[in-house]
């Protein structure tokens, strides 16, 4: 099979950017076929700080290497780490049994076992709450972040995984929040929201009537021009008035009854 299309059945692409970090570095040697070094360098990248993404690949690559390498029971426990973070994870079955048994047998070791979940809450008195659920032992720290309206940046309130952390903020107001669970190098293994797209929680409390009347727009009714103003008729005596706002803004007549004269004298005789 061809080296490009190990990596990615196995590890999806990779996309350096910048200085070459040890988890770009060691999909390019497992792309090249060089399982030894790249298991070191993806044993490099789990101690050095890592999105979740990142720590996902590293542990799914040092598995998959030590398994071509023929370390059976090895790749094994590195695929319970991984299926510890992410019990959907697959790996193709094209790679063969060298690597499907371990896998197979790491799986069915974690089932049953109840999933590590990371959950935010904004509790009634308007604080923002992280905690982690059936906590793992790699865990070390949970942190949550909250932004308030106007704020340009977040406020970081972290503390010993499993938690609960609990961030201030008001209960009148709206907040944003992430949070994130890390190990002891840094690297995320669990998240809820993120910077870019942080969670979004409505205030818990209504404001003062002084401070919510202070926020209402006043909302002031448009004069009407002097051409749309309404036309009110009142009719006396057969005569009608337009009045607009106390204008008077013409005289409408009502029809005279018709007159009738006697015939015409064409004698042209006096009387």
């Keep these: 099979m061809p080296a490009s299309l190990v990596l990615l059945l196995c590890l999806g692409a990779a996309s350096p950017s910048g200085e070459e970090r040890a988890i770009v570095r060691a999909e390019r040697l497992f792309e090249a076929l060089e399982f030894d070094s790249a298991a070191a360098d993806f044993e490099a990248a789990l101690r050095e700080p890592g999105s979740r ?19 059976a029971r090895q790749a094994q426990a590195d695929f319970e780490e991984l299926l510890a973070l992410d019990p959907d994870v697959e790996v193709s079955r094209s790679l063969g049994p060298k690597i499907r048994k371990p896998f197979e047998a790491a799986r069915k070791k974690v089932r049953g076992t109840p999933r590590a979940v990371l959950k ?17 032992e790699k865990v070390a720290k949970v942190a949550v972040y909250v932004r308030q309206p106007g ?33 002891s190098a840094q690297g995320v293994l669990f998240e809820q929201g993120s910077a870019s797209a942080p969670l979004r929680f409505d ?42 706002a106390g204008v008077v803004a013409g005289i409408m007549l009502s029809k005279p009854p018709e007159l009738k004269l006697p015939p015409a004298d064409r004698t042209e005789r006096l009387p």
């Design 203 to 244: 205030a818990t409390e209504e404001p003062p009537p002084a401070v919510a009347a202070a926020r209402e727009p006043v909302r002031e009714e448009p004069e009407l021009e002097e051409h749309h103003r309404p036309v009110w008729p009142f009719v006396v005596g057969g005569v009608g008035v337009a009045v607009a």
């Design 120 to 136: 935010v809450v904004r509790r009634q008195d308007g604080q923002v709450e992280a905690v982690l659920e059936n906590p793992l």
């Design 151 to 183: 704020e340009s940046s977040f406020q970081a309130t972290e503390s010993d995984s499993p938690g609960p952390v609990v961030a201030k903020a008001s209960a009148v107001r709206a907040v944003e929040a992430y949070a994130v669970a890390l190990d």
């Design 53 to 71: 993404d990142e720590r996902l690949r590293a542990w799914k690559g040092l598995a998959l290497s030590k398994a071509f390498m023929g370390q």
